[in-house]
């Protein structure tokens, strides 16, 4: 499995942009890049994914860089309720279901965000 | 649809007796996952469903772990002669084949302890 390298931890001030760095040096050229985040008590839930192209969606944009080996979550701005462990994840295909995946989560980036 | 549900959220067991969690995923949803994750850790993927057939299964997932999905919509996850090694919570996720993005949604989790 391919893995990713995140930072254990970030700050944040509330209303602040955040950068989410994940370093992905094996990745190869069918992986796509995704983005869950864990709230405190719950499940992990989908931010966004993306290939090669930068993508944005409401509750986030992904900056791929040219040679996909890192990208960056980019929150605009932060909030409180932002707050969780963030996991880059890059998609792993079962073997003969065409497109299922399981998820390979390492230990992820917590940020705090702070008022 | 509320999303992902998962019963009971939390169990309490004593070393050796078996346990047996239920997953219900949104309606529609024709593929389920399950997912363990220890304290400090992020999910590890146990294994995949893809309507009633199990089409995946983690090296994790000993002998003494069951999982079924009988008519491919609820799923259940057995755990004979429970250790204290398998207090955890066990995360369930589900997915609709065909979608764009191939987002998995999680349920809240059963966190099982055993003492």
């Known amino acids: 499995d391919a893995k990713t390298t995140q930072p254990n931890s970030m700050e944040s001030n509330e209303e602040e942009p955040v950068h989410l760095p994940c370093n992905h040096s094996t990745i190869s050229g069918t992986d796509y890049i995704h983005w869950y985040r864990q709230l405190p008590s719950q499940g992990p839930e989908y931010v966004i994914h993306g290939l090669t192209s930068n993508v944005n969606n409401r509750m986030a944009s992904l900056a791929i860089a040219e040679d996909r080996k890192s990208s960056t979550l980019i929150l605009h701005r932060a909030t409180l309720r932002d707050a969780a462990v963030y996991y880059c994840i890059l998609r792993d295909v079962i073997q003969n279901t065409g497109t299922a995946s399981k998820l390979t989560f390492g230990t992820g980036t917590r940020l705090q965000v702070t008022l | 649809d509320t999303g992902v549900s998962q019963d009971p959220r939390h169990k309490i067991t004593k070393r050796g007796q078996n346990v047996t969690f239920r997953c219900d995923p949104i309606?529609?949803?024709?593929?389920l996952y399950w997912y363990r994750q220890t304290l400090g850790q992020g999910p590890e993927f146990l294994t995949y469903f893809q309507n009633e057939a199990q089409l995946e299964k983690s090296r994790l997932l000993s002998d003494r772990f069951s999982a079924e999905r009988p008519k491919g919509s609820f799923s259940t996850l057995e755990i004979q002669r429970t250790e204290q090694g398998d207090s955890a919570m066990y995360l369930c996720?589900?997915?609709?084949?065909?979608?764009?993005?191939?987002?998995?949604?999680f349920g809240p989790g059963t966190r099982l302890t055993v003492t």
């Open positions: 996720a589900s997915s609709l084949d065909g979608l764009p993005f191939y987002e998995q949604y």
């Open positions: 309606s529609e949803h024709n593929r």
